[in-house]
């Protein structure tokens, strides 16, 4: 079982670079999100997808975008990286949009570097 | 926006040992979950709590949730090095069922040693 994919798993890129990160579900969810994760500060959201077909920000959208391609893949675009974008970021989904006890199932992370 | 604390943010432990991590918070959440984070992977659930007061076991594993849905406690007894990880805390609301979304807390790193 494949759960969540994420690809690449490192990249660096330098300042002014775009990149896109890629995430896959096999698991049928509804939603999906992306967090940062930076040392001392947890996981913080991104962006995150409640539905196929819609998309919102979370708490530091900043520098990003997202397109929701279709139930199972949900992108991160890095229009032009700078080095405060460096971190690993995870892509998870869940069955339900908020909702009592909704679970989050993780990719392995992506760690980017941004010189 | 909803801040969770977690303390401490760093436990090197002897295997065998006991220990408590503490997730706290000002702001009232309908439901609290724990992750665990291996190095390399992603967060896994190890168990969600909704009601205040409410106590789960989950083998050597016991988790709290306060009596005001603010905090939450970890107990790890007899600790063994597969227990080391970083252990997160992520409250959800303060209403369920809504677009509300999940805070994650500032991280528990432990480490146990043989």
């Known amino acids: 079982n494949a759960g969540v994919t994420q690809t690449p798993k490192f990249q660096v890129l330098k300042t002014g670079q775009s990149m896109t990160l890629q995430c896959a579900q096999d698991?049928?969810?509804?939603?999906m999100y992306w967090y940062r994760q930076d040392p001392g500060m947890g996981l913080r959201l991104i962006y995150y997808?409640?539905?196929?077909?819609?998309?919102d920000k979370g708490e530091v959208p900043n520098g990003y975008n997202v397109s929701r391609l279709n139930k199972r893949e949900f992108s991160l675009r890095l229009e032009s990286a700078a080095p405060s974008q460096t971190s690993v970021y995870f892509c998870a989904s869940s069955e339900l949009w908020g909702g009592l006890g909704g679970e989050l199932f993780f990719g392995e992370g992506s760690r980017l570097t941004v010189l | 926006t909803q801040l969770l604390e977690q303390s401490p943010q760093f436990l090197s432990i002897q295997e065998g040992e006991n220990l408590t991590v503490y997730c706290n918070s000002s702001?009232?959440?309908?439901?609290l979950q724990w992750y665990r984070q291996e190095p390399g992977e992603g967060p896994v659930l190890l168990v969600t709590v909704v009601t205040g007061g409410e106590v789960k076991k989950l083998k050597r594993l016991t988790f709290q949730f306060g009596d005001a849905r603010k905090d939450s406690s970890l107990h790890i007894t007899a600790a063994q090095p597969g227990d080391t990880g970083l252990y997160l805390c992520a409250g959800e609301g303060p209403l369920a069922g809504t677009a509300s979304k999940l805070t994650f807390g500032t991280g528990t790193r432990l480490q146990v040693t043989l």
């Open positions: 702001s009232v959440f309908s439901s």
């Open positions: 997808s409640a539905s196929e077909g819609t998309t």
């Open positions: 698991m049928n969810h509804n939603s």
